[in-house]
């Protein structure tokens, strides 16, 4: 089955460490996004990619980096500079010229 | 800049109860408008959406009918069940990467 594969589902950082978060799809689709997502705030965009190779700042990266040296990889490294990490972190995908989103199930990233 | 401005939760029903989560949106032009439904500990899955002015979408007994003179798509269904439980979000697009969600409406269903 095609689909959005984010890994881990629970994930544990410690201070001054710098944690990579894994999405992978299957769908074929040229766009995929990452997304953070708090309690009572909605989601709101870190960073997209539209093809491989390149990518563009959401509203909120500091603090993240990315890469898309793949069609179908979009790993989320987030760095000791995000000072406040623990957040629901969701990847997704678009396919080109398309409008729905393809979410994976998620990854609660935590501060020990 | 655009916006989604959706109701606060938790709304909390009783089986086979009417259900009504307003959503207003503000945009230049026309956007497109959509409902994802996220259940417990799972990403968002598109519920329905419409593309343009009176159009309604429709799936699994949701409706909503995307108003321009009022910017609403409020998502209603006649009879909600247990299994209906989840998050609600509702969300607008004016370009393929320029999705505006809202901040989501927690509904919890009771037999």
Redesign the interface.
């Known amino acids: 089955d095609g689909g959005?594969t984010?890994s881990p589902k629970y994930l544990f950082r410690k201070e001054g460490q710098n944690v990579t978060l894994s999405c992978e799809q299957n769908l074929n689709h040229d766009?995929m996004?990452w997304y953070r997502q708090d309690p009572?705030?909605?989601?709101r965009?870190i960073y997209?990619s539209?093809i491989v190779n390149d990518f563009?700042k959401g509203d909120i990266a500091e603090g993240y980096s990315v890469s898309r040296e793949k069609k179908e990889s979009f790993p989320l490294t987030v760095t000791s500079a995000q000072k406040n990490p623990t957040a629901f972190y969701?990847c997704?995908s678009?396919r080109l010229?398309?409008?729905?989103?393809f979410?994976?199930?998620?990854t609660q990233l935590s501060v020990l | 800049g655009n916006s989604v401005t959706q109701m606060e939760g938790p709304v909390t029903l009783s089986e086979e109860a009417f259900l009504t989560i307003n959503c207003t949106y503000t945009a230049t032009g026309y956007p497109?408008l959509?409902w994802?439904v996220q259940y417990p500990?799972?990403?968002?899955?598109?519920l329905l959406?419409a593309?343009k002015a009176d159009d309604k979408g429709s799936n699994k007994g949701f409706e909503a009918t995307y108003r321009k003179e009022t910017t609403s798509f409020h998502l209603e269904k006649g009879s909600v069940q247990v299994s209906d439980s989840a998050v609600y979000?509702c969300a607008s697009?004016s370009g393929?990467?320029k999705?505006i969600?809202?901040?989501?409406t927690r509904l919890k269903v009771l037999a």
């Open positions: 959005i984010q766009a996004y009572g705030q909605g989601l965009l997209y539209q563009q969701l997704a678009q010229g398309g409008e729905k989103l979410f994976g199930s998620g | 497109s959509f994802y500990g799972e990403g968002l899955q598109l959406k593309t979000f697009t393929t990467y999705y969600f809202g901040t989501g």
